[in-house]
T-cell receptor, first 114, second 119 residues
Framework: AQTVTQSQPEMSVQEAETVTLSCTYD???????LFWYKQPPSRQMILVIR??????QNATENRFSVNFQKAAKSFSLKISDSQLGDAAMYFC???????????FGTGTRLKVLA | SAVISQKPSRDICQRGTSLTIQCQVD?????MFWYRQQPGQSLTLIAT?????????ESGFVIDKFPISRPNLTFSTLTVSNMSPEDSSIYLC????????????????FGPGTRLTVL
């Protein structure tokens, strides 16, 4: 069965600094998608970034980038120039191609210190 | 991405009662889903809401407890029946699109959630 593991329940970062959130997953599939979602106190789940497994190039979205290591089954999120608005719960998620079901990690709470 | 709204945003209910949560999307979507997020935990898929047919439930969730309706491509409801304190959670609606193969082709987008507290 597929699993997603986020080993950091909580992380802190100084404003304007860089932080990396870890995510590992387990699957026997070769074609899948990986996502990072952000859930601020408002509860709205917001898509931060997604990665297709068949793409070797790491996805980037402005200050957010991923380090996708397919062989190691690792999918970390790097947030550069951290802002107070980045404070939220971050969930890593996996979805096998051809399925609709997301497997979510347990989340990492990110605190941004002024 | 679609704009998704949920009603109510929060509610406090008595044990044994039922609550119906509504999910409205601003555009037609092929796939709608209901998730539960228990306090301090991750998201768990309850069911896929199918338009014109019965919902598809995940293991551990049953229709009698969580009846779902989906009368059209922009609207769905989830009812939490005969509630107990263990049902206190955030319930989230999400949507996605599928291609001609019926497979989910796009990212799922989530509504703002409904925070339910059962006393």
């Amino acid at each position: 069965a597929q699993t997603v593991t986020q080993s950091q329940p909580e992380m802190s970062v100084q404003e304007a600094e860089t932080v990396t959130l870890s995510c590992t997953y387990d699957t026997s599939e070769s074609d899948y998608y990986l996502f990072w979602y952000k859930q601020p106190p408002s509860r709205q789940m917001i898509l931060v970034i997604r990665q297709e497994a068949y793409k070797q190039q790491n996805a980037t979205e402005n200050r957010f980038s991923v380090n996708f290591q397919k062989a190691a089954k690792s999918f970390s999120l790097k947030i550069s120039d951290s802002q107070l608005g980045d404070a939220a719960m971050y969930f890593c998620a996996y979805r096998a191609s051809g399925t609709y079901k997301y497997i979510f990690g347990t989340g990492t709470r990110l605190k941004v210190l002024a | 991405s679609a704009v998704i709204s949920q009603k109510p945003s929060r509610d406090i209910c008595q044990r044994g009662t039922s609550l119906t949560i509504q999910c409205q999307v601003d555009s037609q979507v092929t796939m709608m889903f209901w998730y539960r997020q228990q306090p301090g935990q991750s998201l768990t898929l309850i069911a896929t809401a199918n338009q014109g047919s019965e919902a598809t439930y995940e293991s551990g969730f049953v229709i009698d407890k969580f009846p779902i309706s989906r009368p059209n491509l922009t609207f769905s409801t989830l009812t939490v029946s005969n509630m107990s304190p263990e049902d206190s959670s955030i319930y989230l609606c999400s949507v996605g699109s599928s291609g001609t193969s019926g497979r989910l082709t796009d990212t799922q987008y989530f509504g703002p959630g409904t925070r339910l507290t059962v006393l």
